[in-house]
């Protein structure tokens, strides 16, 4: 296993009271009895994990011993140290009463185990709608005894809101039926049954490098190649792709046009233009995420990648979560007609359709799509500013440009690796996501996206705890090269 892969799996395992070598050698005992370290495994060195965590070697060799002293590990002097084989009743006995290996994610910690204290700043998710009326999001006592009526099922979604759907593209230019539309549950249950449809084992798809960690995971779980394109301030870099097309076509091409995760990137009019004519030429499929689409901050928004490409395998994803509220969970995919029903089979497989309640709320909330485009509008602006401001007042050698829209700043540290900062960050009680986690190749060590469409007091401690985080991270690498470990 390598070491990147075991540090994602260890997630905020230091954002616990007691020793760290105590609280590493539980972490990496869960990891081992639920089986996401398998037997066979070879642990890292040492020194190269204590590098990696930002903690001392000494912290990595007591967190070994006491694994080593449970016979959860071997050690042997010159071969390393490897994870042994476990008798059943132990690891079954330990899973009945784990919460499961995606408690270690910072994300699920904070669900499943709501600390207190700890400020998320890993995760993309929208602040409160301040500025629209709870009415509308109640539905009414005609719309509830219409859908009791109902059988409940609707694969496809909801007829009445695959128009409203459609209308919402046709209002921003780009020509769409109700039939070209599919009801999801949310914007990632989108992406998984597009990419399901045409992605198998070995396939190669290409992506924007970085790009939003969510699809890589999704791709890998159905074990692609993932081919990296970069992305520069007009975003996916259309000359790169082409010369990438000369060496391999893909099965797939992924990208966030308007918007990007991270970046805040537009592509533009004439990326598009050029991506659609790749597209079309070497007859390969691509979806377009617009899952932030909806929220620009600067300039105007262009026609959808799909409106360069009418007629071909363009799937278009996009959901309420972002705009109106992460916990709605009902998103759509825009694709021609016979895509449709290929993937309406596969969402029958999935959840046999989304809720009828949620989508009818959906459907009431995109009545007031324009409403809530200017409250958001104002909300990232003002929020913005805000980061910006507090950025440069507390971390004033930390880099970033402005985004046209998204609420992420990439920011790039002056120095350093921020795989290892978000460590020491997690001492301080904030979690961060460095660039590797967004990178197909695990470049981008020294950038980290920041989120700022939050609540302007959790904005506001979450920076001050970074630049206290990043105080001791300065200072350590000031006392000698190797010594960001030399303390923890």
Known sequence: MDLITLVKILGAWSHAPGPLYRLLAQTLRR???????????????????????????????????LLQQEDLITRQHGSGTWVRSLPPEKIDGYRSTSNGSLARSPLFEMLL????DLVDLSTGVPGALNGLSLEA??????????LLTTPGYAPLGLLELRHSIAHYFEHAGLPTRAEQILVTSGAQQALSLAATLYVQRGDIVMVENPTFFGALDTFRALGARLIPIPVDQEGLRADVLQQALGTGLPRLLYLTPTFHNPTGTLLSPARRRAVASLAKKFSFPVIEDNAFADLNIIGDVPLSLASYAPGEAVLTLSSMNKLFWQGLRVGWIRAPEALITRLGRLKVIADLGTGSLTQAVALQLLKHVD???????????????????????????????????????????????????AQIALRFAVVVTPGTVMSVDDSHHQYLRLPFLLPSDALEKGIQRLAQAWNVYTQLAREKPDSLNAIF
């Open 31 to 65: 990891a081992i009895l639920e089986g996401d370290i398998p037997p066979g495994t070879r642990l890292p060195a040492e020194r190269m994990l204590a590098e990696a965590l930002a903690v001392s070697r000494n912290t990595v060799i007591a967190a070994y011993d």
């Open 113 to 116: 185990n709501e600390p207190q």
């Open 137 to 146: 999001f109640t539905l009414s006592e005609e719309t509830l005894a219409s």
């Open 371 to 421: 409403e809530v485009k200017a409250i958001r509008h104002q909300q990232l602006q003002d929020q913005l500013n805000l980061v910006t401001t507090l950025l440069q007042e507390y971390l004033p050698d930390w880099m970033w440009t402005t985004p046209s829209g998204g609420f992420f700043l990439w920011v790039c540290l002056p120095f350093g690796s921020a795989s290892e900062f």
